[in-house]
């Protein structure tokens, strides 16, 4: 129960025992009054009695009605207590379950057992959704919870004092704080899982003729668009150096311009990350080049770069340097899955705070078999 129902009970249940104190005085007094024919004493302690019952009655009263609200307000705390901590639980196996999946995925994936990984995954997302769901229903349900009792506190602020409802109410801003993070973290949870049922598409498809310098033109496009906010504030600049001629290319359009977008986007968080600190010419370059039978498409930015000691992680599934709610680290990976089904390389360059340049080869043509 709360310091301060228990003090607010105690404070009236003292009144109490000071009017039935007075009460027994009055009847005293009345009963020497008769003995003594004192009748104007006697009239005006039966006026004191009267209105020291009325006075009585009403501190009964209000002392019932702070008993009932502090047993009600036990209760609800009690029942956040609970499901916070089977949040937290929750949370905690969920984690573990994560990381396990996380280390096993790691280890098959070096084994080149794809498909292992690929069913193992498919059914820990399948276990991993319902224990998400739960986490998030039960953050929702509690914050509800918190409304009521705000409310409830709302309705006594007359009967309580400033200090006693400005610690109450910094206390449930402080729980519905921490059901925000829950969530908050549930949603950046349910972005991983949804990263590893991406994982374990098919990254193949058919492969048809397609002109490669209209491909990249349509996704240069699709991301001035989608970026043309920022893009327009931080002044960068997007140019592209395609193929003197047309050359049609074998390729997925889907797969390849998923791992164009990505790239693209990467290029532009780098050098917004690095316009937020310093003042610079961003610039974002598409260059296509014909290699014999292959074609090059190099992506380059003068964005914050890559250090030297991640850029052999930077391909493995669920590596990622941006914060969990903005990446789930899957992007590169898919990426070079797509350009290796393209029997294609993908490899990249970079210094720190200075430019990053990832380059894209794959053939013009495919064999037969690839476009299956």
């Not at 959704?129 to 509800?144: R, T, V």
């Not at 797969?255 to 961003?282: D, G, R, T």
């Not at 590169?332 to 993908?346: A, D, F, K, P, Q």
């Amino acid at each position: 129960m709360p310091d301060f129902d228990i003090k607010e009970i105690e404070k009236l249940s003292r009144r109490i025992k000071w009017v039935e104190k007075l009460i027994f005085v009055f009847i005293v007094q009345i009963i020497i009054s008769f003995y003594y024919h004192l009748n104007i004493v006697s009239m005006l302690s039966i006026v004191a009695l009267a209105v020291l019952y009325i006075v009585k009655l009403r501190l009964n009263k209000q002392l019932k009605h702070k008993q009932y609200l502090a047993k009600i307000i036990e209760e609800r705390t009690i029942e956040l207590r609970v499901q916070r901590d089977q949040v937290l639980m929750e949370s905690e196996k969920l984690s573990a379950a994560l990381a396990a999946l996380a280390a096993a995925q790691d280890e098959l994936v070096r084994n080149e057992r794809y498909a292992t990984v690929g069913q193992l995954t498919k059914g820990l997302v399948d276990r991993i959704l319902n224990p998400l769901n739960y986490i998030n229903n039960f953050a929702g349900i509690s914050k509800e919870l918190i409304g009521d009792l705000e409310k409830n506190l709302l309705k006594e602020q007359s009967s309580m004092s400033k200090e006693s409802y400005s610690e109450n109410m910094e206390i449930l801003n402080m729980i519905n704080g921490n059901l925000n993070k829950i969530t908050e973290h549930g949603s950046n949870t349910v972005r991983i899982v949804k990263a590893m049922e991406e994982l374990l598409k098919d990254q193949k498809g058919k492969m048809i003729p397609t002109d490669i310098n209209n491909l990249c033109k349509v996704n240069i496009g699709v991301i001035s668009k989608l970026f043309e906010k920022e893009i327009e504030e931080k002044q960068i600049n997007i140019s592209f150096q395609g193929l003197t001629l047309s050359l049609m290319i074998d390729i997925n359009i889907e797969q390849m311009s998923k791992v164009l977008l990505h790239l693209f986007k990467n290029s532009l968080y780098a050098l917004m990350k690095k316009a937020s600190k310093q003042q610079f010419a961003p610039e974002l370059s598409i260059r296509l080049e014909k290699q014999s039978d292959m074609i090059a498409i190099i992506v380059y930015d003068n964005g914050i770069g890559i250090e030297d000691n991640i850029k052999d992680k930077i391909f493995e599934p669920f590596f990622t340097t941006k914060p969990t709610a903005e990446a789930s680290g899957v992007g590169l990976y898919i990426s070079r899955e797509v350009i290796l089904n393209h029997r294609g390389t993908i490899r990249v360059n970079s210094e720190k705070d200075e430019f990053t340049e990832f380059t894209i080869i794959v053939p013009v043509h495919q064999n037969t078999d690839t476009n299956e």
